[in-house]
Nanobody, 115 residues
Framework: QVQLVESGGGLVQAGGSLRLSCAAS????????MAWYRQAPGKQREFVAS???????NYADSVNGRFTISRDNAKNTVYLQMNSLKAEDTALYYC?????????WGQGTLVTVSS
């Protein structure tokens, strides 16, 4: 059974930082690409960042240079370091992977940035 459990969200002032974590189980983590998505109130879910099994990364233009995705295969965990946060970064952040041909999602962790 695949499980993705996010943590680390919270309330932060604009310009501040947060680090999100996603602990994965039920998959061979080191072989899986992992990603972060977010969904703001009233908007569609959007891509934030991804990391392949060999560590290559990709970012949405809106977060490039401010967010950093990383992974620790020994801990089966993927991270999202978010710096210089803006009010428009407020959203529910989801961890994602594809396993057995299906997209898998966590329950999300809420990030609220006050201006």
């Amino acid at each position: 059974q695949v499980q993705l459990v996010e943590s680390g969200g919270g309330l932060v002032q604009a310009g501040g930082s947060l680090r999100l974590s996603c602990a994965a189980s039920g998959i061979i983590f080191r072989l899986n690409a992992m990603a972060w998505y977010r969904q703001a109130p009233g908007k569609q879910r959007e891509f934030v960042a991804s990391i392949t099994s060999d560590g290559s990364t990709n970012y949405a233009d809106s977060v490039n240079g401010r967010f950093t995705i990383s992974r620790d295969n020994a801990k089966n965990t993927v991270y999202l370091q978010m710096n210089s946060l803006k009010a428009e970064d407020t959203a529910l952040y989801y961890c994602n992977t594809k396993y057995m041909y299906l997209q898998r999602w966590g329950q999300g962790t809420l990030v609220t940035v006050s201006s």
